[in-house]
Structure formats: structure tokens, C-alpha cells
């Protein structure tokens, strides 16, 4: 079965910094990979997705996220923080197995909190 | 932009009730799901759907149930609501393409319901 892990509850991280918001990831084949986003008393946004070719994939918001094969990692990464960026960050993976192909396998969750 | 609205935003019920929450989206996509997102959990799949009158079990459909009668509204039913169900409840929608492609999975706002 697929899965993925958020190891961190929360990151804190001054604005202007870079921030990263790691994931990893247990799949059989092929890796389908993604980032949502979930701002508070809302839903989750779509933020970006792996499917192929580059290791290095550019999202929304100037987010960013690199795939690493040999790590089964998936961090998400952004070069300077905004204050506006706290929210709470969900890595998923497809899954592939039967009629769920256009399901999604959720993370845990990580809570990103940018201060001024 | 898709629209996906669930009826409510806050519900309070007591044990023991038939429970309905109510998902339209305004986009004709073929696949819609319902998720529950409880703290330390992320996000769990209940059911989803894939046409009209097609449904399969997520994760966790024990004491649910669910019902698509029309393509854009997506009914989920705690048929005898516990207190253990209460949750954060979300919606979601998605288009279903013939090549198999992923299209990211567009998300109400939730409803927070709370069994007494």
C-alpha cells in the first residue's frame, strides 16, 4: 500500500528564511506525489505535483519541491518565508492499486509557522 | 475557479441521529470524495465516487454511508450518529481524464460537526 510520512508536527521559521517541510514516501512503481496546502477555516489548495522528469518541481506561491528517489523523499521548500505561508502543509501520494487510482493517500500534516 | 460548497459550516447533534452533509460542486467532475481530518490523523478517506450512483469504501466507511443521485452533489449519511464522529468533515471534487492523468483534487471549506 502506498503511504506517506510527515516526520515534523510543526516547522518554525523566520520570515525571509528558506523553509523546508520534509516528506517521505513507500510506494510499489512509480512515485505520483503532491503538496496542499490548508489555510485556517478553509480547504486544502492544490500546491503542486511529481509525476515525472525533473527532480525539481515548481508549484504555487513560489514553492517549490524535490524529489529525491534514492531518499523516497519529497521535501517542500521555499526560498524566503512569508508571514502569509503559516498554514498547515499536506504531502500525498496516488494511489494506484484498483478503481483508486484518482484517490490520494494523505500525510499527517505539518503546521508551518512563519514569524515576522 | 471550481466551487466546491458543503451545506454547513458548524453542526451540533446529539447521539443516536441520522446525520446529512451535503457537497455540490459546480464544475461537472465525474470524481468526488469525502474526507474526515482529525488532529494527528490528517486527512482520512470515508467514500468516494466516481459516477453517478457508483460508490466504493475509503478508509474508514464503518458507520457512514453515501449517496450520489446527480453528478454535482455528493451526499455523505452517519446513518446513527457516536460521539466519535465528530470531526472536521471535507469535501472534494476532481476531473476524471481517459488517460488516466491526475487532475488535483479541488476542496470545500469543511464542515465541523460535533455529536452530543
Known amino acids: 500500500a502506498q503511504s506517506v510520512a510527515q516526520p515534523e508536527d510543526q516547522v518554525n521559521v523566520a520570515e525571509g528564511n528558506p523553509l523546508t517541510v520534509k516528506c517521505t514516501y513507500s510506494?510499489?512503481?512509480?512515485?505520483?506525489l503532491f503538496w496542499y496546502v490548508q489555510y485556517p477555516n478553509r480547504g486544502l489548495q492544490f500546491l503542486l505535483k511529481y509525476i515525472t522528469g525533473d527532480n525539481l518541481v515548481k508549484g504555487s506561491y513560489g514553492f517549490e519541491a524535490e524529489f529525491n528517489k534514492s531518499q523516497t523523499s519529497f521535501h517542500l521548500k521555499k526560498p524566503s518565508a512569508l508571514v502569509s505561508d503559516s498554514a498547515l502543509y499536506f504531502c500525498?501520494?496516488?494511489?494506484?492499486?484498483?478503481?483508486?487510482?484518482?484517490?490520494?493517500?494523505f500525510g499527517t500534516g505539518t503546521r508551518l509557522l512563519v514569524s515576522p | 475557479d471550481v466551487k466546491v460548497t458543503q451545506s454547513s459550516r458548524y453542526l451540533v447533534k446529539r447521539t443516536g441521529e441520522k446525520v446529512f452533509l451535503e457537497c455540490v460542486q459546480d464544475?461537472?467532475?465525474?470524481?468526488m470524495f469525502w474526507y474526515r481530518q482529525d488532529p494527528g490523523l490528517g486527512l482520512r478517506l470515508i467514500y468516494f465516487?466516481?459516477?453517478?450512483?457508483?460508490?466504493e469504501k475509503g478508509d474508514i466507511p464503518e458507520g457512514y454511508s453515501v449517496s450520489r443521485e446527480k453528478k454535482e452533489r455528493f451526499s455523505l449519511i452517519l446513518e446513527s450518529a457516536s460521539t466519535n464522529q465528530t470531526s472536521m468533515y471535507l469535501c472534494?471534487?476532481?476531473?476524471?481524464?481517459?488517460?488516466?492523468?491526475?487532475?488535483?483534487?479541488?476542496f470545500g471549506d469543511g464542515t465541523r460537526l460535533s455529536i452530543l
Open positions: 510506494v510499489s512503481g512509480n512515485p505520483y
Open positions: 465516487s466516481y459516477d453517478v450512483k457508483m460508490k
Open positions: 472534494a471534487s476532481s476531473l476524471f481524464r481517459l488517460d488516466g492523468a491526475y487532475q488535483p483534487q479541488h
Open positions: 464544475m461537472d467532475h465525474e470524481n
Open positions: 500525498a501520494v496516488r494511489d494506484m492499486e484498483g478503481t483508486g487510482f484518482q484517490k490520494l493517500v
